[in-house]
């Protein structure tokens, strides 16, 4: 039984979920926890630089942070977000993957990615794409701000649209305050919109996906205080791919012909780059 939602209003966002692709989730973290989130992601940037990856003049994303603090152990099991989480996926639902992104300021409106879907960016493959991502804003984002963009419907009805054909222009923007979560399929097509005027855009991001042998990255480690949690209220199979080393080949994978002498930042840039070029 959720503390949040009627079964029916369960029934409801799953069914808005399976039509649009997405769903824009008020007040999923309350101030307090906003300035918690916020305060733990400068104390890791500080601690650990190594772990942080510049994507861009403007985009730098955090990677691997779960071995080095539990401080963001809270947002992958929040409640509220969980809850319409196993109405879409199931009681299967098991975790993926974790990581902090920071937008910065920048006059550079180029995004790296442009239009995309995750994980897999071969067009052909998307079929292949099977995870639900939530991404927690830990800054305002207003009309003025760099912001999560997505093109509805794209993960089902509209799943033969490439991303390359869709205009720059084209997309809903998701707004919102502070503590709003965004649950959305990997499939879908989406963007980071970037704004002139904005300022420094915090999120935090994880995926989700129903049990099988293979995850879709192998740089977000599950540590032993989370694997090894016994907690009811938390579906049976969270964590259970702690030790599943069979990796979709997709941008979470490390290239075999990639030297081993590059840290994980360079494999990471590099996936990043050869998965533009299939797209």
């Known amino acids: 039984m959720s503390r949040f939602f009627s079964d029916q209003r369960l029934d409801e966002l799953a069914r808005e979920f399976d039509e649009r692709g997405f769903l824009k989730v008020e007040d999923a973290l309350s101030g ?10 400068d104390r890791h940037r500080s601690a650990f630089p190594d772990h942080w990856i510049e994507l861009s003049d403007s985009f730098c994303e955090g990677t691997n942070v779960l071995p080095d603090t539990g401080d963001f152990d809270e947002m992958i099991e929040n409640p509220k977000v969980l809850d319409i989480l196993r109405r879409i996926v199931g009681e299967e639902i098991t975790f993926e993957e974790f990581a902090i992104m920071l937008r910065e300021p920048t006059g550079n409106l180029d995004e790296i990615k442009g239009w995309h879907r995750d994980i897999i960016r071969e067009y052909d493959r998307r079929m292949e794409i099977d995870a639900v991502s939530v991404m927690v804003y830990l800054s305002d984002v207003t009309e003025q701000d760099h912001c999560f963009s997505i093109v509805p419907e794209t993960h089902n009805r509209l799943i033969d649209i490439n991303p390359r054909d869709v205009s720059p222009g084209a997309g809903i923007d998701v707004l919102g305050p502070a503590g709003t979560a965004v649950i959305f399929h990997a499939r879908a097509v989406h963007a980071g919109r970037l704004k002139s005027g904005s300022g420094q855009r915090r999120t935090l991001q994880a995926y989700f996906s ?52 590059l840290t994980i930042s360079e494999v990471i840039q590099e996936v990043q780059r050869r998965g533009r070029e299939k797209m």
């Open 210 to 261: 129903r049990w099988r042998d293979q995850r879709t990255a192998e740089w977000s480690d599950i540590p032993a205080r989370l694997h090894e949690k016994t907690d009811p209220a938390l579906p049976p199979r969270f964590y259970a791919k702690w030790n599943v080393t069979n990796i979709l080949d997709g941008v979470g994978k490390r290239p075999a012909d990639l030297s081993s002498d």
């Open 32 to 41: 307090e926890q906003v300035a918690r989130f916020n305060a733990a992601v």
